[in-house]
C-alpha cells in the first residue's frame, strides 16, 4: 500500500504562483508513475500532468507551459509548480501513484493510489 499526502495548496489572485506538494508513504518504492489531476465544482476529474520512470513528464493542453511537475529522487517527494495561474485553474488538487507501467496514471479510472486532495483557488 502506499499513502500520499498533498500540501500547498491556497488562495491566489491570477497571474500568481503556487507549489503543490505530495509525500507518499507506504511502499514507496513500488511506485512506477505519479501523477496530478483536478477536480473544479461540477465538472469530471482531469488529468494535469504525469511523470514516470521511462519517459519525459507529460502535461495536459490547457497547462503546458505553465505548470511544472518534478520529483525528489531521494525523497519521492512529487512537486506540482504552477506559475501564471488562471481562475479557471481553481480545482481540487489530487495526487496520484502507480505502480503498474503501461499508462495506468493518465486516467482517473485507473489510477490505484489517491490523496485526500488540496484546494487551489485563483481569483480575477
Known amino acids: 500500500q502506499v499513502q500520499l499526502a498533498e500540501s500547498g495548496g491556497g488562495s491566489v489572485q491570477a497571474g500568481g504562483s503556487l507549489r503543490l506538494s505530495c509525500t507518499p508513504s507506504?511502499?514507496?518504492?513500488?511506485?512506477?508513475?505519479m501523477a496530478w489531476f483536478r477536480q473544479a465544482p461540477g465538472k469530471e476529474r482531469e488529468r494535469v500532468a504525469t511523470?514516470?520512470?521511462?519517459?519525459?513528464?507529460n502535461y495536459a493542453n490547457s497547462v503546458r507551459g505553465r505548470f511544472t511537475i518534478s520529483q525528489d529522487n531521494a525523497t519521492n517527494i512529487l512537486y506540482l509548480q504552477m506559475n501564471n495561474l488562471k481562475p479557471e485553474d481553481t480545482a481540487l488538487y489530487y495526487c496520484?501513484?502507480?505502480?503498474?507501467?503501461?499508462?495506468?496514471?493518465?486516467?482517473?479510472?485507473?489510477?490505484?493510489?489517491w490523496g485526500q486532495g488540496t484546494q487551489v483557488t485563483v481569483s480575477s
Open positions: 507506504g511502499y514507496t518504492y513500488t511506485i512506477y508513475c
Open positions: 511523470i514516470d520512470r521511462d519517459v519525459s513528464p
Open positions: 496520484a501513484a502507480d505502480f503498474r507501467s503501461g499508462g495506468y496514471c493518465y486516467s482517473s479510472r485507473a489510477t490505484k493510489y
